[in-house]
């Protein structure tokens, strides 16, 4: 149960409450419907708060129910308080709808709306509420931050899974406020967060993304720019390796066979960025041997993947991209194919220790533990990576990141934990733990959503900032 109460927006609104309205509001029934008395609720959690006018909304919880009501209090009859419920994220909710709309009577100085869902189970709607209010003879509207029940929200990990799939979209099999590839690695924070938690409830995602998208671009997940083509190939393996659906692993060898199809001799070999051959760097190149030697350890018989993953190892430890500080720059420079002196990236330090795990497992040398460690000890103690001992990326900044910056520590944490659990002694599970208790602690709002900032304060939420978190949970639940 999510009992810690973290500072609450309080949100002044217009007169009108939705920016972009959607579809008019529908009753819905889960474990009880729409319109249920509030005497009736076994709980009373306090989910949100605001003020309007001197009075109080409060947003009320019953997480037994997945049900929550509204309640303004310190007023004068005639003030009207009533529920927004959203299915995205709190984007978008039903215009003109002000669930529950009730007006205090007269001789009172509150009063509460009925309970209504929060979620709508049966139409895959992972929702959220919030409570709003308008005082009597007034023009100003307000509204609480919002929030939710602990239904599939029981801890951190589930909270920040069940943020992450309110974003889910069920049309297209993507995340909504990201893009192509920064949904394979919310896919893949989602499928490890089934794994670690158990929790089932978001098992349909993983064959939704599939069908709906396994003709999109190039088909089989493939396309111009051989990261994205990886990224999705490991999403793949991590599917295989829940379900045991062999048409999942199908497609991570038709990615890493795409992306052989770009390994030449240029700059002493390595696969290239794109398939306009235009630059080498350091991310498809990680990326591909983690992904080759992920699919020889799970394929019987195989040396093709495995000698692709030996020798994008050997041509990455040899191209000069990890720097003298053991940390890796973003790629080469391809007039000399030397190191481009380009932004260490948190990504580009996780991926190799990704990589280097499964490239042990797959031969059995214990040596590419050691080297993966000694990449591991350099950007877990950098102060330039980690101000204040907190986990940040070069030039990070509040609402910065671009659409594809807000998934590298993501990656870069998942990848650690990876080692992590390889290595005997788990020496980064302190680490772990400091950056998730810290954006926990510092980074987080009403409805579980995490920003880019890790130290706080939170700036903004989309996929791709829920994502990174959703996977600094499962590596530090």
């Known amino acids: 149960m999510l009992n810690v109460l973290v500072p609450l927006l309080t949100l002044v609104l217009a007169a009108t409450p939705a920016p972009t309205p959607a579809a008019a509001a529908a009753t819905i029934c889960d474990k009880y419907c729409d319109a249920r008395d509030p005497a009736l609720s076994p709980g009373d959690r306090e989910g949100a708060s605001a003020t309007v006018g001197g009075r109080r909304l409060s947003l009320h919880l019953d997480d037994a129910d997945d049900m929550g009501w509204a309640s303004i209090t310190g007023g004068a009859p005639g003030d009207h308080v009533w529920l927004d419920r959203s299915?995205?994220?709190?984007?978008?909710?039903?215009?003109?709808?002000?669930?529950?709309?009730?007006?205090t009577p007269s001789g009172a100085t509150g009063w509460r709306t009925l309970m209504y869902n929060v979620d709508d189970w049966a139409n895959k709607g992972v929702g959220l509420l919030r409570a709003c209010g308008q005082p009597t003879g007034s023009s100003t509207i307000a509204c609480t931050g919002w929030a939710r029940t602990t239904w599939n929200a029981w801890d951190r990990r589930t909270a920040a899974a069940t943020a992450l799939m309110e974003r889910y979209n069920l049309g297209t099999g993507l995340f909504d406020t990201t893009g192509w590839w920064n949904s394979a690695n919310a896919l893949t924070a989602l499928i490890d967060n089934i794994r670690i938690s158990g929790m089932g409830s978001?098992?349909?995602?993983?064959?939704?993304?599939?069908?709906?998208?396994?003709?999109?671009?190039?088909?089989?997940?493939?396309n111009d720019y051989l990261d994205d083509t990886a990224w999705w190939g490991l999403a793949w393996v991590k599917a295989y390796d829940l379900t045991g659906d062999s048409r999942y692993l199908n497609t991570a060898r038709a990615d890493a066979d795409h992306m052989a199809a770009y390994w030449d001799g240029v700059c002493g070999g390595g696969v290239w960025w794109n398939t306009s051959r235009t630059t080498k760097n350091a991310i498809p190149n990680s990326l591909y041997i983690q992904l080759n030697a992920a699919l020889h350890n799970?394929?019987?018989?195989?040396?093709?993947y495995l000698s692709r993953a030996r020798a994008g190892w050997t041509w990455f430890s040899g191209s000069g991209m990890i720097n003298g500080s053991n940390l890796v720059n973003?790629?080469?420079?391809?007039s000399t194919c030397t190191n481009?002196?380009?932004?260490?990236?948190?990504?580009?330090?996780?991926?190799?220790?990704?990589a280097l795990t499964e490239l042990s497992r797959a031969t059995g040398d214990a040596g590419l533990l050691t080297r993966a460690r000694t990449l591991a000890n350099a950007s877990t103690t950098s102060t330039a990576l980690n101000?204040?001992?907190?986990l940040r990326d070069p030039g990070e900044t509040a609402g910065g990141g671009g659409l594809d910056g807000p998934t590298f520590k993501g990656v870069y944490v998942r990848d650690l934990a990876a080692l992590n659990a390889a290595l005997s002694d788990h020496p980064y599970t302190g680490y772990l733990q400091r950056q998730a208790n810290s954006a926990y602690a510092n980074d987080r709002n009403s409805a579980e959503a995490y920003g880019l900032m890790w130290a706080g304060p939170f700036d903004q939420a989309d996929a791709a900032r829920q994502q990174s978190a959703l996977d600094l949970m499962n590596a530090a639940p």
């Open 87 to 103: 299915f995205d994220a709190g984007r978008t909710w039903a215009s003109g709808s002000k669930l529950g709309d009730t007006a």
């Open 340 to 354: 481009n002196g380009q932004p260490t990236w948190t990504y580009n330090q996780g991926v190799p220790l990704a």
């Open 330 to 334: 973003d790629g080469l420079n391809m």
């Open 298 to 304: 799970r394929i019987a018989g195989d040396t093709v």
């Open 387 to 390: 101000p204040g001992g907190i």
């Open 202 to 222: 978001y098992r349909y995602a993983i064959d939704t993304t599939y069908t709906k998208n396994l003709a999109a671009q190039g088909g089989s997940f493939r």
